[in-house]
């Protein structure tokens, strides 16, 4: 299992080019873009779950109750996800719009999850996690595991 953290332009453009292991997306935009438009004939893209939050590194709630930051419901989402495919898959692309924050903290929990080196992430001053980002996705993984509810 690989994780590859992108920024949007570049996952849509792999998604014209990388035809070679099969992969699943984890999209993130903010809550004003358009959705990313990957590649609908790569049929190495298994699935797309796609999030809409900006990168806001405490959880915000709007006037009308929704979340402005990840909220608890997209980390579920993202564990799910991550279950269903874990096995199935040889990589998982996490972006976000330019690929540093909130992609790097869902990036990094997922790979904890699986046991995977975290130096990449560490080691690579590209990166600057959104920490409420990689809390909210590696406590729902620890919980979904401690609970033994695979997808």
């Not at 984890?26 to 004939?41: C, L, T, V, Y």
């Not at 001053?125 to 509810?149: F, K």
Request: a negative charge; glycine letters at 6%; hydrophobic letters at 40%.
């Amino acid at each position: 299992m690989n994780i590859k953290i992108l920024s949007r332009t570049k996952a849509v453009k792999l998604s014209y080019t990388d035809f070679e292991k099969d992969k699943v997306i984890i999209s993130i935009k903010d809550p004003w873009a358009e959705k990313a438009q990957f590649n609908g004939g790569n049929g190495s893209i298994k699935e797309i779950l796609y999030l809409s939050f900006y990168d806001i590194s405490e959880e915000t709630q709007d006037v009308f109750g929704g979340y402005n930051s990840m909220s608890p419901d997209d980390a579920r989402k993202i564990a799910h996800f991550v279950n269903k495919w874990k096995d199935k898959v040889d990589i998982i692309w996490v972006h976000c719009e330019v690929g540093v924050s909130r992609s790097a903290g869902i990036a990094m929990a997922i790979m904890e999850y699986l046991n995977m080196d975290l130096t990449p992430i560490f080691e690579n001053p590209t990166y600057c996690p959104n920490m409420l980002c990689y809390e909210l996705t590696q406590q729902t993984l620890t919980d979904l595991q401690q609970a033994g509810n695979d997808v």
